[in-house]
């Protein structure tokens, strides 16, 4: 039985790929760092350039298309609240947005392939890292109400705490706010599948020079009873669970005091071996809020989306909708089944394993998880 760690470094998410399942990581790869601290350096004006946090560039007019650089920035925030395990210790540029309306926010940076950056998004309620409402690799959504709001564009550090610092290209608009809670996007999904099974509207493409799967959502199809996740209200000692049923009445009990929804929990802990070495671990690296967790959903996507993405379920049969965390687990590997759900999603929708639900990203990224009203289509 293997201790937990919850501030195990992001260097986890790189050897997955070359690592074979469960082997003992070498005493290099087992390093492990402290919580990275969320702060803002004083606004000391010899050290306040113009596009830091304590000097933001002001975008008076939306849509705006600007450009960048980190490599000449300063380093004011190293982690962020809505992604605290990430390290940000690069230079940042910081814009501050004057939102009119009630609004969908839409951000993206360019993404020149080789050229060695990592840059990342994050929306903020006020230029101080702790206010984070959402973050994005390239791009980022979030229905706004009228409002000051501050975008940081900043550069992650690689395992040998170089920053991956570069220029980029910050596209900003602002679109109609959605006129459902319930709306959905229309995404081509990348799977990490070997063919298209016929039951799903799918299809593969060779545009890269190699056959890709990709699934239309919102989709149709079988979704699959998810077991549970080790959360960061869990408490064994330090230690993972020892077998599929080690402390999960606790786990239970914990995630209905949290959410407040009331049934009884069945499921056990996700097997050891599966994505990860332990039980209730997953693919999921660090211990999942315990919030999203209760209400996780999985796919077998090639690009897992960043952790927390809010995505709507339905029940075609009797209408009943609830919004899911996503980006935390990736499976099931099977190409019959649209993803995977936790019970507590099935219960509320009144399905059981393999039934079939319809799953779609959410436009409002802002939405709380959990059961939702969706009018009927």
Request: proline fraction near 8%; include cysteine; charged fraction near 20%.
């Amino acid at each position: 039985m293997r201790r937990v760690d919850p501030h195990i470094t992001l260097i986890a998410l790189a050897l997955a790929a070359t690592t074979p399942a469960c082997q003992e990581p070498s005493e290099a790869l087992a390093l492990t760092s402290p919580p990275l601290k969320v702060f803002v350096r004083p606004a000391d004006i010899d050290t306040c350039p113009t596009g830091s946090a304590c000097r933001p560039l002001s975008l008076d007019a939306l849509p705006a298309s600007v450009e960048g650089d980190t490599r000449r920035s300063i380093s004011a925030m190293n982690a962020y609240s809505c992604a605290p395990h990430v390290d940000q210790s690069g230079g940042e540029v910081v814009y501050r947005i004057n939102v009119p309306r009630k609004a969908l926010l839409k951000a993206s940076i360019d993404d020149a392939f080789g050229d060695k950056a990592d840059l990342d998004l994050h929306l903020l309620q006020a230029p101080d890292p702790g206010t984070c409402l959402t973050r994005g690799d390239l791009a980022l959504r979030w229905v706004v109400q009228p409002g000051t709001y501050f975008l940081s564009v900043d550069t992650t550090v690689d395992s040998a705490r170089r920053a991956l610092s570069g220029p980029f290209k910050l596209s900003i608009t602002l679109d109609e706010a959605p006129a459902s809670d319930c709306a959905v996007q229309q995404v081509d999904l990348r799977m990490n599948w070997s063919s298209c099974d016929a039951g799903l509207d799918c299809f593969v493409s060779h545009e890269k020079g190699k056959a890709e799967v990709f699934l239309r959502t919102p989709a149709r199809g079988p979704m699959v009873l998810e077991a549970h996740l080790m959360t960061d209200q869990d408490d064994l000692n330090g230690y993972w669970p020892s077998n599929g049923r080690h402390g999960i009445q606790t786990h239970h009990a914990l995630s209905e005091a949290a959410t407040g929804y009331v049934m009884q929990r069945k499921q056990p802990w996700a097997p050891a071996g599966e994505g990860g070495c332990e039980f209730g671990q997953g693919s999921a690296v660090h211990a999942v809020p315990v919030l999203a967790e209760a209400w996780y959903v999985t796919m077998h996507w090639r690009d897992r989306p960043a952790q927390g993405t809010r995505m709507i379920i339905t029940n075609p049969a009797n209408g009943r909708a609830v919004v899911a965390a996503g980006g935390y687990e990736t499976g099931p590997a099977s190409n019959t089944a649209v993803g995977g759900a936790s019970e507590e999603i099935h219960h509320h929708l009144g399905t059981t394993h393999r039934d079939p639900l319809i799953i779609g990203f959410a436009v409002d990224q802002s939405l709380p998880y959990g059961p939702i009203d969706c009018p009927q289509r």
